[in-house]
T-cell receptor, first 110, second 118 residues
Framework: DAKTTQPPSMDCAEGRAANLPCNHS???????VYWYRQIHSQGPQYIIH???NNETNEMASLIITEDRKSSTLILPHATLRDTAVYYC???????????FGGGTRVLVKP | GAVVSQHPSWVICKSGTSVKIECRSL??????MFWYRQFPKQSLMLMAT?????????EQGVEKDKFLINHASLTLSTLTVTSAHPEDSSFYIC??????????????FGPGTRLTVT
């Protein structure tokens, strides 16, 4: 079973920041938070991951709360091509099994 | 970044026949590969974990005799759907683990194979 909870859908305006929340209240100390996205009819694409510190890369920023029970993925300037289902996943660093939950269906509107 | 390919990208077969789907890591070696299935408007469901040179580990509820997995090399895993039926129609996605020595790694996903059984 997925250990994360995400809102099923959200809309955001093109050019604005998109903030995607994820709850993972039962996360354990050695589990990382990973974010993937899946554009329609394609395989999932890795976005970012983190343990406890905030992380940033060319695609997004990941903000993890101090208690690690929730996180937020930030797409700084959403484009129409960011329309996808975004999955928040927790998994152990040494393990490599990914359990997908329902994800958040993000629709970027002009 | 690392690339995973799947072949074919889509296939239509008749009920009762078998279909083989290939998953290749193009620029890295993968000791472990994974097979997922995704039905329309649903999330990905892990079917099995494929380890090079050993038997695959199947998730609960997945019939190992129906979904044959072979991982004969560090760059190739195959999934064969035997005696396919219309309910096996789905989007099959593989992923590969580069197995870096850093202790953590991202999985790289293939583009998926859409199977339609008529």
């Amino acid at each position: 079973d997925a250990k994360t909870t995400q809102p099923p859908s959200m809309d955001c305006a093109e050019g604005r920041a998109a903030n995607l929340p994820c709850n993972h209240s039962t996360i354990s100390g050695n589990e990382y938070v990973y974010w993937y996205r899946q554009i329609h009819s394609q395989g999932p694409q890795y976005i970012i991951h983190g343990l406890k510190n905030n992380e940033t890369n060319e695609m997004a920023s990941l903000i993890i709360t101090e208690d690690r029970k929730s996180s937020t993925l930030i797409l700084p300037h959403a484009t129409l091509r960011d329309t996808a289902v975004y999955y928040c996943i927790v998994r152990e660093a040494a393990g490599n099994k990914l359990t997908f939950g329902g994800g958040t269906r993000v629709l970027v509107k002009p | 970044g690392a690339v995973v390919s799947q072949h074919p990208s889509w296939v239509i077969c008749k009920s009762g026949t078998s279909v083989k789907i290939e998953c290749r890591s193009l620029d890295f070696q993968a000791t472990t590969m994974f097979w997922y299935r995704q039905f329309p408007k649903q999330s990905l469901m892990l079917m099995a974990t494929s380890n090079e040179g050993s038997k695959a580990t199947y998730e609960q509820g997945v019939e190992k005799d129906k979904f044959l997995i072979n991982h004969a090399s560090l760059t190739l895993s195959t999934l064969t759907v035997t005696s396919a039926h219309p309910e096996d129609s789905s989007f099959y996605i593989c992923s590969a683990d580069p197995n870096t020595a850093s202790g953590w790694y991202e999985q790289y996903f293939g583009p998926g194979t859409r199977l339609t059984v008529t």
